[in-house]
């Protein structure tokens, strides 16, 4: 079954401070893996989207990496404020051989960042 | 910048009643996608359009239909509503079908069926 585990549930961080969230999945076959930010009852964000032969990527001070051979990402924010507290979600999409493919989401990380 | 616009962004429905969700994509976009969010779910893939043509079909219950317009807009219309169907719906555009194509979320239609 294509699963995608996200690692904390939650997270509250001091502004300024960095933090890393995980992602695991066990979708095949794999295509390529996105981060995205939600606001409560927002639609989400795109950070991010690796494909199979990247490991690293940023936008901001938002780094992704991803190790296919674990099937393992993680999410590192750097320089944390305020406005980063929302879900982080990752999104991993299941190769076809035609068509676009629908998305496998993980459950999201809560973050919290703190004065 | 443009982005996707839903309407209405919330709705209050009763059970068997019937509802319609709409989604106007970022101008050139030809590729839409609909999910479900229910209350502390990750969302669930329904349906998604490219070109106006069904291109991809998920978890979307038969009570549910959805098309795509000439002008890229889509509907997701939905019957015989039922409590479980309380959730925040959104679409998504993309330009392309391409997997690599990146999804803008619009900010969701809030359906609460009473």
């Known amino acids: 079954k294509n699963q995608v585990e996200q690692s904390p549930q939650s997270l509250i961080i001091l502004e300024g401070k960095n933090c890393t969230l995980q992602c695991n999945y066990t979708v095949s076959p794999f295509s390529n893996l996105r981060w995205y930010k939600q606001d409560t009852g927002r639609g989400p964000v795109s950070l991010t989207i690796m494909t199979f032969s990247e490991n690293t990527k940023s936008n901001g001070r938002y780094t992704a990496t991803l190790d296919a051979d674990t099937k393992q990402s993680s999410l590192h924010i750097t320089a944390s404020q305020l406005s980063d507290s929302a879900s982080y979600i990752c999104?991993?999409?299941?190769?076809?051989?035609?068509?676009?493919?629908?998305?496998?989401f993980g459950k999201g990380t809560r973050l919290s960042v703190i004065a | 910048a443009a982005g996707v616009i839903q309407s209405p962004r919330h709705l209050i429905k009763e059970k068997r009643e019937t509802a319609t969700l709409k989604c106007y994509p970022i101008p050139r976009h030809d590729t839409v996608y609909w999910y479900q969010q229910g209350p502390g779910q990750d969302p669930q893939f329904l349906i998604s359009?490219?070109?106006?043509?069904?291109?991809d079909k998920g978890s979307i219950p038969d009570r549910f239909s959805a098309q795509q317009f000439s002008d890229y807009h889509s509907e997701l219309n939905m019957s015989s509503l039922e409590l479980g169907d309380s959730a925040l719906y959104f679409c998504?555009?993309?330009?392309?079908?391409?997997?690599?194509?990146?999804?803008?979320f619009g900010p969701g239609t809030r359906l609460t069926v009473l």
């Open positions: 999104v991993v999409s299941v190769r076809r051989d035609s068509g676009n493919t629908p998305l496998v």
């Open positions: 998504a555009s993309s330009l392309g079908i391409s997997v690599l194509d990146t999804q803008y």
């Open positions: 359009f490219y070109e106006k043509m069904q291109s």
